[in-house]
């Protein structure tokens, strides 16, 4: 018995020599054959068990299974470190690509404008508002009537309105949507309608024919003046992404009562005043007001029960101010809105 | 608006405020100031003085003065003025005095000595305008006083947003502002002063006669004859006011009606009585005046009468076109001895009218458009002939008081409470504060106890408030904005459910915008000439009636066409242009519709820009509709033949969702793409947005997988190039066995020849058992025979 003891002994001292010089999957596999083959080494000692005396066959099983496993994980271990010797080397050898070279894939963008709308209507839905969408060509009624602007309202010259031929007008501001947002839903409501109004005027590099808007109601019971601060408020902490300090100035709008004009504190001023809010430290940004209980009333609302507000503030202004636009005209020229992306 | 900061403190001692404060005050409580001018501030040490003697200086319009300066010397000054002359006392400006940018130094000019200037209006910085002559100070003025004390030439003049207060007749003048001053601040307001004329004029027996035509249009018109009136050029101080104000000063008269206009907010008019024909006799008549009318107003311009002019007309001739500018032929001058004073009340749109159809913007129609209170005619009078009176001692009044008030002012009573105005605002009231705050305002209110009465007062009654909510206004804005805290409301989280409009707007933009598309926003209108030059197609329906621009007449009917547009625009700068837009264009039916456009111009082939449309079209019904479309060669849907369309002949296609027509796409017509002589390829798109709403969103119907193995096979036919798929497509649905589970398209390709295969795949299999391979065959062969029927072999 000591004989195969020390014969498991050697077999795996030579597997263990032949496999130190071992480095590559091919002679690996000549060592499987020598070892674990038919007439491998190993194979051929567990084999042998035939010819030991029956007295003696548990313990020369015992003996040459053990060597066997032993060989086998031995083996098995260097195995694995050569295959992973040999992914590193195919990876190695294979051809490495420049990820560098940009994309050819083509790339938009978005309206500077229609950025801002988005970031706006995100804003106003996530404070319960719906988005809805005006007319760009509207009755006389709508656009002013409803809106308390009587037939001598300045606001209604020919030089500031576009009139069509059939008595319409190209709508002068996004609150020519009030009265119909009103007849469609009634009381309680809370709706912003961004979209377009055009004035008949020169171009230059402050003034467009035409320009986005972003108008906005809130009716329901008992709103005060303090709602509508605190939804300015709200808003623009959030458009800017943090706290902002928000003021109203008495303004006159007919469609509300009392009016206002809503100024932040300027964003853009460090330490010292700056030329954005030339100077003042704040920034007008919009207007709005208590809504004007006539205005419910043609609405078809009742304003013994309902007050609301209302509110208005440009989107192209907003972008110029987002992105330093200095000359407004620039947002009809391709290669400049090619600069901008999807958000 | 300007206003001066000396004016304002005739009416409110504004001395323990600063400017700052009083700036910002007015615009959080009134209207808002947009800048504060200080004037006068850059020239110091000036002093009052007497010239002693005048000698000419040969040769030149030079004078050699000797100047008393009040310290008893007398010093050597050149001076070029043409009224210097012996015993005037003038604004002095002494060597080391500061004007401006300049120091006054010691010089010696023509051989004489000169130690300072005699100062001319111009160089005190009160007018722009270079003035000949210096300024006269009265002759009992004290010597060596600071000038500052003497002249007006230092003052700070605010200028205010007239846009926040078109509803606010009352703030066109100081005094106006004075009152908010007032109420912001609660300080004491004093009454502008004035000499009663009713109690002289009840003792006239000359008389002034006005008639009224039409009430609506003049509410009030009030006259008064004064003579014994010399006419020069008005007292030093109205002249400083109105000059830092930059008015220009015409005549005593006429400075003085415009300085009562500025005061108090009465525009007033002063006819020459001595010009007056037949003379004396004074019959005021006002009426729209005959269009076409020939006039010379004032400012010696022949215009005519537009339609619809209100016109005051002495002794039946047209004298003045009511509200807006006087005639050349009545106007004062330095011989008027007698005149007549108009203080009126004109209608306010019939003023506008007037004023934009003459194409004349005076002060006065500014005021009028803004709705004045006819209660002021009389003050305004009175306040005139105080001004009067104080230059011309001897100016008396001549005729009685004409007054003719057909359409007087009704007063308004406002019922509020307490708690009406602390529930709007959101912020509780101090006790007794709101009755506080309107009467500072001018209101009258009387409590009793549930409510308020206020009373408005006429100045604010004209248009301005009318609603017991306007009171919230009032009391807010005077206690100060700054004082309401925000608060969230209480009310219901449910809302309104989502409209999808503007959602599925965004969702579009954006796959548009990452299929390499720039979004553009152009206008409603066509560009009628770029149309006809590039050869354009849009006729319009309906046209804008007043455009800037001729050329922007005619509503578009179409959007591409505007994208083309921006091709043609950009095109020297662009190689490659892809943009999109979603907008409004006018309907056949004379409504306007929403229209998602897209244009592609490339050097690339034809067949790449239609797949790249083809397949932008695919993806985004698919993305964001979860939509089938169906695209097919254009059969006159949108009830355009195509000979006469924009697009291609043989490359135009239509879009269908199920059954609705969505929209076209294709090739550009030729003839505008050689027009452009740009691009190798220009395909356009035009999908009717309204109809995109109206895509169910995902209904694709969903059915359970088989348990059983299923195989496909791939079957390729060989057809004419000219074979249409959606054709070869239909006679492949048509196909039915149980077996066949799906078909769908693999692939085409161009074998040449005139010839080409398509390669569709046919999933067979059952959800009962599994398919013998026998069975499977079976399928495989009748469909090829099923094709065959068709006309289309392998």
Not at chain 1, 69 to 75: C, G, P, Q, R
Not at chain 1, 251 to 269: A, G, H, N, Q, W
Not at chain 2, 442 to 455: A, P, R
Request: net charge neutral; with cysteine.
């Amino acid at each position: 018995m000591e004989n195969i003891e020390s014969k498991c002994g050697k077999i795996k001292e030579e597997l263990e020599t032949r496999l130190a010089n071992v480095s590559d999957l091919k002679t690996l596999e000549e060592v499987r054959i020598e070892f674990f083959g038919k007439s491998g080494k190993i194979t051929l000692l567990v084999g042998d068990i035939r010819n030991v005396p029956n007295e003696q066959k548990k313990k020369y099983g015992e003996l040459t299974n053990a060597t066997k496993e032993y060989a086998i994980a031995y083996f098995d271990d260097k195995k694995a470190v050569l295959d992973h010797l040999a992914l590193v080397a195919e990876q190695q050898n294979s051809t490495a690509y420049d990820m560098s070279v940009p994309s050819k894939k083509k790339v938009g963008s978005l309206h500077p404008v229609t950025i801002v709308a988005n970031e706006f209507s995100e804003i106003f839905k996530s404070m319960g508002f719906i988005v809805e969408q005006g007319n760009e060509i509207e009755t006389e009624y709508n656009n002013f009537e409803a809106l308390r602007i009587g037939k001598d309202h300045p606001a209604r010259d020919m030089q500031d309105t576009f009139y069509l031929e059939d008595g319409r007008v190209l709508v002068t501001h996004t609150s020519s949507a009030q009265n119909r947002i009103y007849k469609q839903y009634g009381a309680p409501v809370r709706a912003i309608f961004p979209g377009r109004s055009y004035r008949n005027e020169d171009v230059d590099a402050t003034h467009d024919v035409s320009f986005f808007q972003l108008e906005g109601i809130l009716v329901d019971e008992n709103i005060t003046v303090a709602n509508l601060l605190y939804f300015m408020k709200s808003v623009f902490s959030k458009a800017f992404g943090r706290e902002i300090e928000v003021r109203l100035r008495p303004y006159f709008f007919p469609f509300t009562e009392p009016s206002f004009e809503v100024d932040v504190k300027c964003i853009y001023c460090g330490d010292t005043p700056c030329k954005v809010c030339k100077e003042t430290t704040w920034i007008e940004l919009a207007g709005c007001g208590m809504i004007h209980p006539e205005v419910l009333e043609m609405g078809g609302i009742d304003s013994k029960k309902y007050r609301g507000f209302a509110f208005g503030m440009g989107l192209t202004r907003f972008a110029t101010l987002k992105y330093g636009i200095k000359d407004i005209r620039e947002l009809h020229n391709l290669n400049f809105l090619k600069q901008f992306g999807l958000k | 608006m300007k206003l001066s900061l000396n004016w304002l403190n005739d009416y409110v001692d504004t001395s323990k405020i600063s400017v700052k404060t009083l700036a910002e005050r007015l615009s959080l409580s009134t209207a808002e100031v947009e800048l504060i001018e200080e004037r006068g501030q850059d020239r110091t040490n000036l002093i009052t003085a007497k010239i002693v003697t005048r000698e000419a200086i040969e040769g030149t319009k030079l004078s050699a003065l000797k100047v008393d300066a009040g310290d008893g010397k007398l010093l050597d000054v050149v001076c070029g003025a043409p009224n210097a002359r012996a015993g005037l006392v003038v604004c002095f400006s002494p060597a080391g005095a500061r004007l401006g940018e300049m120091t006054v130094a010691k010089t010696v000019i023509r051989g004489h000595e000169s130690n300072g200037m005699c100062l001319s209006a111009d160089e005190l910085g009160i007018c722009e305008e270079r003035q000949e002559t210096i300024i006269e100070l009265p002759n009992n003025t004290k010597l060596g006083l600071a000038l500052e004390t003497v002249v007006g030439y230092r003052d700070t003049i605010l200028h205010v947003d007239p846009k926040s207060i078109t509803n606010r007749p009352d703030l066109f003048c100081h005094y106006g502002f004075a009152r908010e001053i007032a109420a912001i601040f609660d300080l004491k307001l004093k009454a502008p002063k004035t000499l009663g004329v009713k109690e002289e004029a009840a003792l006239q027996t000359e008389q002034i006669k006005v008639k009224i035509e039409n009430k609506e249009l003049c509410r009030r018109y009030s006259a008064i004859k004064f003579s014994n009136i010399k006419n020069e050029s008005a007292p030093l101080d109205i002249f400083v006011r109105l000059n830092m104000l930059g008015n220009k000063s015409v005549n005593m008269l006429s400075d003085i009606t415009n300085y009562v206009m500025l005061d108090i907010g009465q525009p007033m008019h002063a006819f020459c009585f001595n010009k007056l024909k037949p003379s004396k006799k004074c019959e005021i008549s006002v009426e729209q005046g005959v269009v076409g009318t020939p006039v010379r107003t004032l400012d010696n311009k022949d215009r005519t009468l537009p339609a619809n002019a209100l016109t005051i007309n002495i002794n039946n001739k047209v004298e003045a076109i009511a509200g807006v500018i006087g005639c050349d032929d009545a106007k004062t001058d330095e011989n008027t001895t007698n005149m007549i004073l108009e203080s009126a009340t004109f209608d306010a749109t019939s003023i506008r009218r007037t004023r934009t159809n003459l194409g004349v913007y005076t002060e006065a129609s500014k005021r009028y458009e803004k709705t004045l209170d006819p209660e002021l005619t009389l003050l305004a009078i009175d306040r005139f002939y105080y001004l009067l009176k104080k230059a011309n001692k001897n100016a008396v009044v001549s005729s009685g008081l004409a007054d003719n008030y057909p359409n007087p002012h009704k007063a308004i009573n406002l019922r509020i409470t307490k708690s009406f105005i602390d529930g709007y605002m959101g912020k509780e009231s101090k006790a007794g504060d709101i009755e506080k705050v309107l009467t500072r305002l001018g209101f009258v209110v009387t409590k009793n106890k549930t409510e308020m009465n206020v009373l408005v007062p006429s100045w604010r009654a004209t248009k301005d408030v009318k609603f017991a909510e306007c009171l919230v206004e009032e009391y807010a804005r005077i206690v100060g904005y700054a004082s309401i805290l925000p608060a969230a409301p209480t009310m219901n989280i449910e809302g309104n459910p989502q409209p999808r409009g503007f959602v599925v707007e965004q969702e579009v933009k954006k796959h548009f915008a990452q299929s390499g598309f720039n979004e553009v926003h152009t206008y409603i209108w066509s560009d009628t000439k770029l149309n006809q030059r590039l050869g354009i197609v849009d006729k319009s329906v309906l046209r804008t009636m007043n455009s800037v621009n001729k050329d922007n007449n005619d509503l578009r009917t179409k959007l591409y066409s505007s994208l083309i547009k921006v091709v043609e625009q950009n095109k020297k700068t662009q190689s490659e242009i892809r943009v999109f837009e979603i907008g409004k264009i006018m309907g056949s039916d004379s409504k306007e519709a929403k229209r998602l456009s897209a244009i592609i111009a490339t050097g690339e082939e034809d067949k790449d820009a239609l797949e790249e449309m083809r397949d932008l079209l695919h993806s985004m019904f698919n993305n964001n509709f979860n939509a089938k479309i169906r695209i097919i060669p254009y059969k006159d849907e949108c009830n355009i033949p195509l000979h006469e369309n924009n697009f291609h002949i043989n490359n135009t296609f239509s879009v269908y969702c199920g059954d609705i027509f969505i929209g076209v796409f294709g090739l550009i017509n030729p003839r505008i793409r050689k027009n452009i002589d740009r691009y190798k390829t220009i395909a356009m798109l035009e999908i009717r947005f309204e109809e995109l709403l109206g895509i169910k969103v995902g209904t694709t119907e969903i059915e359970s997988t088989s348990r059983f193995p299923t195989t496909t096979s791939d079957f390729t036919f060989v057809v004419g190039e000219e074979t249409k798929y959606f054709e070869f497509e239909k006679a492949m649905m048509s196909f039915r066995d149980e077996f066949a589970m799906s078909k769908r398209f693999i692939t085409d390709y161009d074998v040449g020849n005139g010839r080409k295969t398509f390669t569709v795949e046919i999933t067979i299999g059952s959800r009962e058992k599994t398919l013998t391979s026998a069975e499977i065959e079976v399928v495989r062969e009748k469909f090829v025979r099923h094709m065959i029927e068709y006309g289309y072999s392998l």
